[in-house]
């Protein structure tokens, strides 16, 4: 069981718009913190996608956008391409457990 | 560019020890922050732990202390991560990251499996 919750799967067909959703608690979303978010290829390390809720690393395409709102995060994908499909995982800190902690991931399918 | 080069696959049996090494290279070692993360298919990471390449002090999280230990070596650049009393539930791909600001992880090694079978 992942502190943050993600939903297990979503889809959508090329050039579509998809989310992902993040939902924390009052111990690390709640609290302020900041959310991050990765994508891992298969049989690949997750790659930094998204830092401090909204900023792309140099390189990341700019259909990659976040957003943080309480207790919750999004991670969208406009224009979704076939090398999209990937797991996402997001990731923030958390005050109780005092440790970063993991959303359980998302596999995104290009229809 | 930053490159974080891990030692190779492991099978060790229940109660052994393992040892996984995570070359740094591309920056200045000391500057930053290092973690080591594991991955269980198909579930998210999970933290393990953080050591300052600098003093070498280390932090760990709660469900490894007292099995897991990291360590460095700023003569060659080299991180290590020793997990002891291996369980078959420890089969995992292991990963070191770099930290930027205690925050996120903004490189990560391409992950070492250690498998734990008998």
């Known amino acids: 069981q992942s502190v943050l919750t993600q939903p297990p799967s979503v889809s959508g067909a090329p050039g579509q718009r998809v989310t992902v959703s993040c939902t924390g608690g009052?111990?690390?979303?709640?609290?302020?913190?900041?959310v991050h978010w990765y994508q891992q290829l298969p049989g690949s390390a997750p790659k930094l996608l998204i830092f401090?809720?909204?900023n792309r690393p140099s390189g990341v395409p700019d259909r990659f956008s976040g957003s943080k709102s309480g207790t919750s995060a999004s991670l969208a994908i406009t224009g979704l391409q076939p090398e999209d499909e990937a797991d996402y995982y997001c990731?923030?800190?958390?005050?109780?457990?005092?440790?970063?902690?993991f959303g359980g991931g998302t596999k995104v399918t290009v229809l | 560019q930053v490159q974080l080069v891990q030692s190779g696959a492991e099978v060790k049996k229940p109660g052994a020890s393992v040892k996984v090494s995570c070359k740094a290279s591309?920056?200045?070692?000391?500057?930053?922050?290092m973690h080591w993360l594991r991955q269980v298919p198909g579930q998210g990471p999970v933290w393990m732990g953080i050591?300052?390449?600098?003093?070498?002090?280390?932090s760990y999280a709660q469900g490894f202390k007292g099995r897991v230990r990291m360590t460095r070596d700023t003569s060659t650049s080299t991180l290590y991560m020793e997990l002891s009393s291996l369980r078959f539930d420890d089969t995992a791909m292991y990963y070191c990251?770099?930290?930027?600001?205690?925050?996120?992880?903004?490189?990560w090694g391409q992950g070492t499996l250690v498998t734990v079978s008998s």
């Open positions: 990731q923030s800190h958390d005050r109780s457990l005092g440790a970063s902690v």
């Open positions: 050591i300052n390449p600098s003093d070498g002090s280390t």
């Open positions: 009052t111990s690390n979303l709640g609290a302020g913190y900041d």
């Open positions: 401090d809720n909204t």
């Open positions: 990251a770099r930290g930027i600001e205690n925050d996120y992880f903004d490189s």
């Open positions: 591309g920056y200045m070692f000391k500057t930053y922050f």
